[in-house]
């Protein structure tokens, strides 16, 4: 089945610092979508990312979508305590289907 | 808006119970709701698509007369767990797509099933 392979597992920086994650698939997706996930909860959506090559911000974050549809990297700049939590990545495939990565946990020293 | 609730957020029962999880959507209707299963340190997997008056479609490996999927409603999906064992113990996540873009699928905040 399709796979997203995410790395960093996991990520301890400062406050302040520039944080970049990434994630790669051996599929080829219609759609990329960041998420973040707070304990306890469900995934809220950061970016979605619809054309290959695109880059899209959202405030500190920034996202694109790598041109042959199977890779998308995450930047968040200048790290707050909030930004905590794990990050997914997701491609949508057929039927409105999403595949989620493994997860990025982050962690944030004051 | 683009609300979705669980209900309830967290349950316990006894080996061999069945348990209901409830999803709705708030402000909007929901032709497809999905289903996922997360266990602890874990992504999300998909388990279930539910569409509101047809059958569920249900992954590969997911058992479908253990996970009953119900989708009576525009804004009601409905998951029973039946003859719960511990390995079914997990935080069950749905999300409701209201149509109006492919990729906007609105999460709900998790139900956390623990099976004694």
């Known amino acids: ?110 | 808006g683009a609300v979705v609730s669980q209900h309830p957020s967290w349950v316990i029962c006894k080996s061999g119970t069945s348990v209901k999880i409830e999803c709705r959507s708030l402000d909007f209707q929901a032709t497809t709701m999905f289903w996922y299963r997360q266990f602890p340190k874990q992504s999300l997997m998909l388990m279930a698509t539910s569409n509101e008056g047809s059958k569920a479609t249900y992954e590969q490996g997911v058992e479908k007369d253990k996970f009953l999927i119900n989708h009576a409603s525009l804004t009601l999906s409905t998951l029973t767990v039946t003859s719960a064992h511990p390995e079914d113990s997990s935080f069950y996540i749905c999300s409701a797509l209201p149509g109006q873009a492919d990729y906007e699928q609105y999460f709900g905040p998790g139900t956390r099933l623990t099976v004694t």
């Not at chain 1, 920086?13 to 994650?21: F, H, L, R, T, Y």
């Not at chain 1, 304990?39 to 979605?48: N, Q, S, T, W």
């Not at chain 1, 920034?62 to 042959?68: K, L």
């Open chain 1, 1 to 110: 089945g399709q796979q997203l392979n995410q790395s960093p597992q996991s990520m301890f920086i400062q406050e302040g610092e520039d944080v970049s994650m990434n994630c790669t698939s051996s599929s080829i997706f219609n759609t990329w979508l960041w998420y973040k996930q707070d304990p306890g909860e469900g995934p809220v959506l950061l970016i979605a990312l619809y054309k290959a090559g695109e880059l899209t911000s959202n405030g500190r974050l920034t996202a694109q979508f790598g041109i042959t549809r199977k890779d998308s990297f995450l930047n968040i700049s200048a790290s707050i305590p909030s930004d905590v939590g794990i990050y997914f990545c997701a491609g949508q495939g057929g039927a409105q289907k999403l595949v989620f990565g493994q997860g990025t946990r982050l962690t944030i020293n004051p």
